[in-house]
């Protein structure tokens, strides 16, 4: 065989190993590429569910901020209360006459000094009752004042 012959049987096979070279590399790419795809999806699905989860905090966090704006004013709504409170407390300690403040269940929640007098002289005692037995035990001691001071047509209790 001529030397050209060998040379370009030589370049033949080097042609053909580079091509079977460049064939593999290329089935690795196609495989690299597919499990890209694949991770690339998976990525895309995470991204997906991270939306979502964002979405839902902000939700929360709105709400959170109306919780908090809600408590704040709760607060405040409170601070009057107690004011308010302290302020009625503090009438009825200046008034002169006989207070007895009941709920809607007859249940005694306030008395002043004035009236716990009376209740000390005449053994009332406080706590929970009826409304109606609570009034009537209340005219008993005034018609009780009233036919124990004949003639008079005021009753002043202190």
């Known amino acids: 065989m001529a030397p050209a012959n060998r040379e370009l049987l030589a370049a033949n096979r ?7 070279r ?10 690299s590429t597919a499990s890209a795809q694949i991770a690339t999806e998976e990525i895309e699905t995470l991204n997906e569910e991270l939306q979502s989860a964002n979405e839902e905090l902000e939700t ?4 959170n901020a109306e919780l908090q704006s ?9 601070a009057a209360h107690d004011q308010e409170r302290e302020g009625l407390a503090a009438i009825l300690a200046g008034m ?4 007895l403040v009941v709920d809607r269940h007859g249940r005694v929640i306030r008395t002043n000094a004035a009236y716990d007098a009376i209740a000390g002289v005449y053994g009332l005692v406080q706590g929970e009752g009826d409304a109606g037995r609570l009034e009537q035990v209340l005219l008993n001691l005034l018609t009780n004042a009233i036919n124990d001071a004949p003639g008079t047509d005021r009753i002043e209790v202190r």
Do not use: C, F
């Open 22 to 31: 460049l064939e593999s590399q290329s089935d690795d790419l196609r495989l």
């Open 60 to 63: 929360l966090n709105v709400a």
């Open 14 to 20: 080097e042609l053909t190993d580079t091509v079977d």
């Open 70 to 78: 809600r408590a704040m004013e709760l607060e405040d709504l409170g």
């Open 96 to 99: 002169g006459d006989a207070v």
